[in-house]
Nanobody, 127 residues
């Protein structure tokens, strides 16, 4: 069973930064596509960023492009989301997800393609 544990969420003022981490318990982390999603109150969960097996390919949603950066450290079985220039609209529960059935060079953006999820971490941005 693959387990994902997010950390790094919290409360921050607009313009501030946070770095989310997601530790994955598995011996084959370097064969998973990874992604970050978020869900704001009253809204559906949405894709934020994704990264391929090696980290060589990434994709960010337009709403966060230029402010957020996804990365991974396969030696530490961890994926990160660096969030800069945070806005109140970024307030949400952030989830990391693993697609254990992907191919090496793909960034997965579709929620239904991910088969393991973390419990989520709250990010609150005040104005």
């Amino acid at each position: 069973q693959v387990q994902l544990v997010e950390s790094g969420g919290g409360a921050v003022q607009a313009g501030g930064s946070l770095r989310l981490s997601c530790a994955v318990s598995t011996s084959t982390f370097n064969t998973y596509a990874m992604g970050w999603f978020r869900q704001a109150p009253g809204k559906e969960r949405e894709f934020v960023a994704g990264i391929s097996w090696s980290g060589g390919k990434t994709y960010h949603a337009d709403s966060v492009k230029g402010r957020f950066t996804i990365s991974r450290d396969n030696a530490k079985n961890t994926v990160y989301l660096q969030m800069n220039s945070l806005k109140p609209d970024d307030t949400a529960v952030y989830y990391c997800a693993a697609d254990t059935l992907s191919v090496p060079t793909i960034v997965v953006v579709t929620e239904g393609e991910y088969d393991y999820w973390g419990q989520g971490t709250q990010v609150t941005v005040s104005s």
